[in-house]
């Protein structure tokens, strides 16, 4: 009976994914300093050095790095991105008004 050591292989490796578990995490976003916190304005933009386009300029746009607040200013270097079709407008990140309140406008394609 050499097929037991085959169908043994064949059932582990068919219940594997019955045995990884689910992982959920939890993203908690700030787009304001919290109360009683007051974001400081940030830092100078940092100096970084464009690499050559990974294709044609047409199909590919550098979006460069900003301060991004996140309980405290971290810097989010730039890079290349595909856009997402011809004519695409990227309009960076920035501070903007949500009702009565500041609020941080994460960059997009426009």
Not at 15 to 20: Q, S, V
Not at 59 to 63: E, P
């Given at each position: 009976m050499k097929t037991f050591p085959l169908f043994r292989t064949v059932l582990v490796a068919a219940?594997?994914?019955?045995?990884?578990g689910c992982v959920t995490r939890?993203?908690?976003?700030?787009?304001?300093?919290?109360?009683g916190e007051e974001a400081p304005?940030?830092?100078?933009?940092?100096?970084?050095i464009v690499t050559v386009a990974p294709g044609p300029l047409a199909?590919?746009?550098?979006?460069p790095g900003c301060w991004e607040?996140?309980?405290?200013?971290?810097?989010?270097?730039?890079?290349?991105m595909h856009?997402?079709?011809?004519?695409?407008?990227?309009?960076?990140?920035?501070?903007?008004?949500r009702g009565h309140h500041?609020?941080?406008v994460g960059g997009g394609w426009r």
């Open positions: 219940c594997l994914p019955l045995l990884a939890e993203v908690v976003y700030r787009d304001r300093p919290v109360a304005a940030p830092p100078p933009p940092q100096t970084e199909v590919w746009f550098w979006t607040w996140r309980g405290h200013w971290i810097w989010a270097g730039g890079h290349w856009r997402p079709h011809p004519g695409a407008i990227w309009v960076g990140p920035h501070w903007g008004w500041r609020v941080w």
